[in-house]
Antibody, heavy 122, light 110 residues
């Protein structure tokens, strides 16, 4: 069974940093691209970032470019999201999701982790 | 990277059919057959219901079906059941190796 488990969320002050982790199991991790998707409280879903199976290609939504960095450790089946210069607009539940191909293009997301809440507030 | 447009809410009685629309542009929905649909119950993670416009993953009821015409994709739920009450989001691959989600639709079973 494929499982994804996020951690690292919490309360952080505006301008601060946080690193999210997502541990994967039940599939050959390096054969699939991975994504981070967030959901602000009471709002819709927003794709944040994606990374290819090898980790060599990364992509971001415009609103986080230059502030967030996605990476992966294929030896330990772990996906990361380093978030810097956080603002209140980054407050959301962050989900990691398995893509269905090794490349980021032309995928869908299945399954999703349970999510980790990031709250940016002073 | 604007969100795809969905109706805020759709309702129906048990046994009825409902359809949720998802309107984008030629740079996302209209340009690729990479549309997917997700069901989300309160406090839960999204669940894939339809992929590649009209394909159902194993284990998803055949009461769920998807289609696309031009820049608009649609999800139809037939034989509506109480357990179908949830939020539904569409998603599409968009140019530049990015993805865009819909604004979300709350389905209410009357």
């Amino acid at each position: 069974e494929v499982q994804l488990s996020e951690s690292g969320g919490g309360l952080v002050q505006p301008g601060g940093s946080l690193r999210l982790s997502c541990v994967a199991s039940g599939f050959t991790f390096n054969r699939y691209a991975m994504s981070w998707v967030r959901q602000a409280p009471g709002k819709g879903l927003e794709w944040v970032s994606g990374i290819s199976g090898s980790g060599g290609n990364t992509y971001y939504v415009d609103s986080v470019k230059g502030r967030f960095t996605i990476s992966r450790d294929n030896s330990n089946n772990t996906l990361f999201l380093q978030m810097n210069s956080l603002t209140a607009e980054d407050t959301a539940v962050y989900y990691c999701a398995k893509n269905t191909m090794i490349v980021v293009k032309g995928n869908w997301f299945d399954p999703w982790g349970q999510g980790t809440l990031v709250t940016v507030s002073s | 990277q604007s969100a795809l447009t969905q109706p805020a809410s759709v309702s129906g009685s048990p046994g009825q059919s409902i359809t949720i629309s998802c309107t984008g542009t030629s740079s996302d929905v209209g340009g690729y057959n990479y549309v997917s649909w997700y069901q989300q119950h309160p406090g839960k993670a999204p669940k894939l219901m339809i992929y590649g416009v009209s394909n159902r993953p194993s284990g998803v009821s055949d009461r769920f079906s998807g289609s696309k015409s031009g820049n608009t994709a649609s999800l139809t739920i037939s034989g509506l059941q109480a357990e179908d009450e949830a939020d539904y989001f569409c998603s599409s691959y968009a140019s530049g190796n990015t993805y865009v989600f819909g604004t979300g639709t709350k389905v209410t079973v009357l």
